[in-house]
Nanobody, 124 residues
């Protein structure tokens, strides 16, 4: 399974960005559980949002709830992370991850496959 994250950039506080994560693999795309994580300099990688296979359940970190939205386009085999009302504390490298298990996951240890990361910088 390969994941390719893109869409990062520099944005002013209050602005928006949409990240994309293209997923390729032998398993049907809708059967992947997907997660987004982020890692700021000097900090551990932290959970942002996750969706289960078939999007039956979605969980957001409290810090992004109401501002970020995850969505999936099965035809394009791509997961999106729409980020609105961005804050300087959202600055980090954002990673998408996938696994082929049922359920919903919040830990980096639960994901087997990772994208390369895309930098998001929010200026004040």
């Amino acid at each position: 399974v390969q994941l390719q994250a893109s869409g990062g950039g520099l944005v002013q506080a209050g602005g928006s960005l949409r990240l994309s994560c293209a997923v390729s693999g032998r398993t049907s795309f809708s059967r992947y559980a997907i997660g987004w994580f982020r890692q700021a300099p000097g900090k551990e990688r932290e959970f942002v949002v996750a969706t289960s296979r078939f999007d039956t359940r979605t969980d957001y970190a409290d810090s992004v709830k109401g501002r970020f939205t995850i969505s999936r386009d099965n035809a394009k085999k791509t997961v999106y992370l729409q980020m609105n009302s961005l804050k300087p504390e959202d600055t980090a490298v954002y990673y998408c991850a996938a696994n082929e298990r049922g359920g919903i996951y919040h830990s980096t240890d639960d994901f087997h496959y990772w994208g390369q990361g895309t930098q998001v910088t929010v200026s004040s």
